[in-house]
C-alpha cells in the first residue's frame, strides 16, 4: 500500500525545498528585517518542520509577519527555500483555518486583497477596505475597529488618496485566468 504523504512532504513539495538540509546556522533570522517581531523566528520555523511539529509551525504568528522579502532563502548557505516554507505554512494554515487567533484579521485581509484583485483586475481601495472591515467584524466582533481610520477617508479622498469608485481593467477575463490557472496548479491549489 502506498504511504501517504506526511505534512512536512507536503510542505517540501509546494516549496520545491528539502527542509532537512538545514543545520540551523541562523543566518536566515540574522538577515531577516521581521525577525525581532517574530514569536518564532525563521530558523526555529525551520526545525519545527524538520521534527514534523507542522502543526505549531502553522499556528505562528510569524508566518503572517513574514513580508516574503527572500532575504532568507537568498542567505541560506544550504540554498533551503525559507520563505517557501513560510509561504506553504500560511497556505495550509488557511486550508485548515487554525491560523493564530491574534493573525485573523491579516488572513481576512488577504483574502479580501486577493478576491478584490480577481474582481477588478486592479485594486478598488473602498471595496477592499468594506469586505475587510466587515469580514474581519464577522471574525472579531468590534465597533471600535469597524470604525477606527475612518476619519482619515476625508483627508484621502481630497488628496486623491482613496478614489470613490476606482477602475477596473478592461480585460477581466484574462486577470480571472491568470487565477484560476495559479489556484487549479498543484502548488497554489486553495491558497488565498
Ligand atoms: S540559513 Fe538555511 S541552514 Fe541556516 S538556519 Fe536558516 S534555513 Fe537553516
Ligand atoms: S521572506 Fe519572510 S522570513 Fe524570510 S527574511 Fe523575508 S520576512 Fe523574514
Given at each position: ?14 516549496a520545491?525545498?528539502q ?9 536566515c533570522?540574522a538577515?531577516?528585517p ?8 525563521p ?12 502543526d505549531k ?9 513574514c513580508?516574503?522579502?527572500?532575504t ?5 548557505p544550504?540554498?533551503v527555500?525559507?520563505?517557501g ?5 500560511r ?13 485573523q ?12 484583485i480577481?474582481r ?8 477592499l ?10 471574525k ?10 475612518s476619519?482619515l ?28 490557472r ?11
Amino acid at each position: 500500500m502506498q504511504k501517504s504523504p506526511s505534512m512536512v512532504d507536503v510542505i517540501e513539495e509546494l516549496a520545491h525545498t528539502q527542509v532537512h538540509d538545514c543545520y540551523q546556522c541562523g543566518k536566515c533570522t540574522a538577515g531577516c528585517p521581521m525577525a525581532d517581531r517574530m514569536d518564532v523566528i525563521p530558523s526555529q520555523i525551520m526545525r519545527l518542520v524538520q521534527m514534523g511539529r507542522v502543526d505549531k509551525a502553522m499556528k505562528a504568528e510569524s508566518i503572517w509577519l513574514c513580508v516574503s522579502c527572500q532575504t532568507c532563502s537568498t542567505r541560506c548557505p544550504k540554498s533551503v527555500n525559507i520563505a517557501g516554507v513560510i509561504d506553504a505554512l500560511r497556505q495550509l494554515s488557511v486550508e485548515q483555518n487554525v491560523a493564530s487567533p491574534a493573525q485573523q484579521r491579516t488572513v481576512v485581509f488577504q483574502k479580501a486583497f486577493l478576491d478584490n484583485i480577481r474582481r477588478n483586475g486592479r485594486l478598488k481601495e473602498l471595496e477592499l477596505v468594506g469586505f475587510f472591515k466587515v469580514g474581519a467584524f464577522v471574525k472579531g466582533p468590534s465597533l471600535t475597529f469597524l470604525f477606527k481610520d475612518s476619519l482619515l477617508a476625508p483627508k484621502m479622498l481630497t488628496r486623491g488618496k482613496l478614489h470613490l469608485i476606482g477602475e477596473r481593467v478592461k480585460d477581466r477575463d484574462v486577470v480571472r485566468r491568470i487565477f484560476d490557472r495559479c489556484m487549479s496548479s498543484p502548488d497554489t491549489k486553495d491558497k488565498g
